[in-house]
């Protein structure tokens, strides 16, 4: 991970968190211990990996119940999703499980940092919730931003592609977007990867964004969920040009 971060690799030998930003002459370390990896930063951030809602999502799934993204993005066993903003993969692993051993979930994240924390703790964390875990490990992520991405990829690759942009407000009362945000890609969706994305996909592309943030219209998106928090808008295939 040093080598891919290019970043220097040092033994702790149980230096204290300040005494550890010293030596390292650094304003920001990864900690790498028993209980897994932890991003902290000498302003007092802290990041470390967890499903955060995709755990009760997957649970209410599994109990017959209704999830948003599944519901709109019309996910079924078998299909291809392209997540182009996995942040903490929380969608990732929500369409993992919907889309099954059969299907397959993508997800790139532009931030090199983030990418490798996520991609780490999909691959090791265990809950004990075999349902979660197993649609964890499925999740492929690739360090990638998707406006380099997009425009390589082939007509139809995948069923769905979904953007999660880091919201320009972010809630205020979610910790995990608290969290997330110092670490995110706060540049905004711009058109044109829009239109390599409904290129790429073969039924919809979704975005997720603040109610009233005028991205849906500025991007050619229609609402189709809406909540006090956020909302989900959708390009259909058979609709676009």
Request: some cysteine; overall charge neutral.
């Given at each position: ?10 033994e ?7 005494g ?19 991003y ?34 019309e ?32 997800g790139?994240?532009s ?18 919730r ?39 407000e ?21 058109q044109?990867?829009?239109q ?46």
């Amino acid at each position: 991970m040093a080598g891919e971060l290019a970043v220097p690799y040092q033994e702790r030998h149980r230096l204290s968190l300040p005494g550890l930003f010293d030596q390292a002459d650094r304003d920001e370390v990864i900690l790498i211990t028993k209980k897994g990896w932890r991003y902290e930063r000498k302003d007092g951030h802290s990041f470390h990996f967890h499903p955060n809602t995709s755990a009760l999502r997957i649970k209410n799934l599994a109990r017959g119940e209704s999830d948003s993204l599944v519901k709109f993005a019309e996910l079924q066993s078998g299909d291809h999703v392209l997540d182009c903003t996995l942040g903490m993969a929380s969608d990732a692993i929500v369409a993992s499980y919907a889309v099954g051993e059969s299907g397959r979930v993508v997800g790139l994240e532009s931030e090199p940092v983030l990418a490798q924390m996520v991609r780490q703790g999909l691959k090791t964390m265990i809950t004990n919730r075999t349902r979660l875990d197993a649609a964890m490990r499925r999740v492929e992520v690739m360090g990638q931003d998707y406006r380099d991405t997009l425009p390589n990829m082939k007509n139809d690759s995948f069923d769905v592609v979904i953007f999660d942009p880091m919201f320009r407000e972010t809630i205020k009362t979610s910790s995990a977007m608290q969290v997330l945000k110092p670490l995110a890609n706060p540049v905004a969706l711009d058109q044109e990867s829009v239109q390599h994305a409904v290129r790429v996909a073969r039924r919809l592309v979704m975005l997720k964004e603040r109610p009233g943030s005028g991205e849906f219209e500025r991007l050619g998106f229609t609402i189709v969920k809406e909540s006090s928090q956020f909302a989900w808008g959708v390009i259909r295939k058979s609709d676009s040009p």
